[in-house]
């Protein structure tokens, strides 16, 4: 495609306004949620973690709620829930995003003693989210223009963030030994901390590791080509969905799983959402 079709196309509209706005809001609910059940443990980081103050005037603003935080914890929670209950209220706009960011951000520093994989996912897309609205429209047709570019370009980022975490993962397990022989789910089975105690006894049979580790490296090599493709995008999220479900189960990493469910809605088009309210239409016309 020619340069200058291609960003004839980028801005020509803002793609799947509804399917982004919708994602957009969920990822405000898992915040909200995140931090009601993190809300105990943080009582007891701040209680034994000083925040200080960052040098710059932009740090100390950035992170005034976490050094606040570590002597008023229940008044900056109460106020981060309060903001994240009107952000999912209003219209999606880039006020609710930048503020959205700036309470994951403050959430991540007062958490970073237990942070995963999963915190770290949430804080970039969170990030990417302030280029994800698209209220107010800007006067100008020409920063119109930039402005749906930039939408645009954001959402695709962040798709490919996505599947990077799959094709890394994939490629990892696929040149790596002890995956290839299934011998990795072995070695997970001694986790006992991490491991479900019905999950364990099925991994001391070898044949299992075996069908377990090659199911894994194929799905997480599959959902780098599949998710793209109009017919097998919804069957590779839907056996996505299956997959962390399962992960959650067996191994206990629920925050991780929620993330990475979540991240698949930026794959829905608007399209999907009018189907799913096709039988309600149906019945209201009844």
Same mark, same amino acid.
């Given at each position: 495609?020619?340069?200058d079709n291609?960003?004839?196309?980028?801005?020509?509209?803002?793609?799947?306004? #509804?399917?982004?706005?919708i994602?957009?809001?969920?990822?405000?609910?898992?915040?909200?949620?995140?931090?009601?059940?993190?809300?105990?443990?943080?009582?007891?980081?701040v209680?034994?973690?000083?925040f200080?103050?960052?040098?710059?005037?932009?740090?100390?603003i950035?992170?005034?709620?976490?050094?606040?935080?570590?002597?008023?914890?229940?008044?900056?929670?109460?106020?981060?829930?309060?903001?994240?209950?009107?952000?999912?209220?209003?219209?999606?706009?880039?006020?609710?995003?930048?503020?959205?960011?700036?309470?994951?951000?403050?959430?991540y520093?007062?958490?970073?003693?237990?942070?995963?994989?999963?915190?770290?996912?949430?804080?970039?897309?969170?990030?990417?989210?302030?280029?994800?609205?698209?209220?107010?429209?800007?006067?100008?047709?020409r920063?119109?223009?930039?402005?749906?570019?930039?939408y645009?370009?954001?959402?695709?980022?962040?798709?490919? +963030? +996505?599947?990077?975490?799959?094709l890394?993962?994939?490629?990892? #397990?696929?040149?790596?030994?002890?995956?290839?022989?299934g011998?990795?789910?072995?070695?997970?089975?001694?986790?006992?901390? =991490?491991?479900?105690?019905?999950?364990?006894p099925?991994?001391?049979?070898?044949?299992?590791?075996?069908?377990l580790?090659?199911?894994t490296?194929v799905?997480?090599?599959?959902?780098?080509?599949?998710?793209?493709?109009?017919?097998?995008?919804?069957?590779i999220?839907?056996?996505?969905?299956?997959?962390?479900?399962?992960?959650?189960?067996?191994?206990?990493?629920?925050?991780?799983?929620? +993330?990475? +469910?979540?991240?698949? =809605?930026?794959?829905? #088009?608007?399209?999907d959402y009018?189907?799913?309210?096709?039988?309600?239409?149906?019945?209201?016309?009844?």
């Amino acid at each position: 495609m020619h340069p200058d079709n291609l960003i004839t196309k980028l801005s020509a509209d803002f793609h799947q306004r #509804k399917a982004v706005t919708i994602f957009c809001k969920t990822l405000l609910c898992f915040t909200l949620f995140k931090i009601i059940f993190l809300w105990k443990i943080c009582i007891t980081i701040v209680a034994y973690q000083h925040f200080s103050w960052p040098r710059s005037w932009v740090g100390k603003i950035i992170f005034l709620p976490s050094v606040l935080a570590g002597d008023h914890l229940h008044i900056v929670y109460s106020a981060f829930l309060v903001l994240l209950i009107v952000g999912i209220i209003v219209p999606w706009n880039y006020f609710s995003a930048i503020l959205h960011f700036w309470i994951v951000a403050n959430l991540y520093r007062i958490t970073l003693p237990i942070t995963s994989g999963a915190d770290q996912v949430h804080f970039m897309i969170s990030l990417a989210m302030i280029g994800m609205a698209a209220t107010p429209r800007a006067c100008n047709a020409r920063w119109q223009a930039l402005q749906v570019i930039v939408y645009n370009v954001t959402v695709f980022t962040v798709q490919c +963030i +996505i599947v990077s975490i799959y094709l890394l993962s994939g490629w990892d #397990k696929l040149i790596t030994p002890s995956w290839r022989t299934g011998e990795a789910f072995r070695m997970i089975a001694n986790l006992q901390y =991490m491991i479900h105690p019905v999950v364990q006894p099925l991994l001391n049979n070898s044949t299992v590791n075996f069908i377990l580790a090659w199911t894994t490296i194929v799905f997480e090599l599959a959902f780098v080509m599949m998710v793209w493709f109009r017919k097998t995008r919804l069957p590779i999220l839907g056996i996505g969905i299956l997959f962390h479900l399962i992960i959650a189960v067996a191994l206990n990493l629920y925050g991780f799983s929620l +993330i990475m +469910i979540l991240s698949y =809605m930026i794959f829905l #088009k608007d399209e999907d959402y009018e189907n799913i309210l096709v039988p309600f239409k149906r019945t209201s016309r009844k």
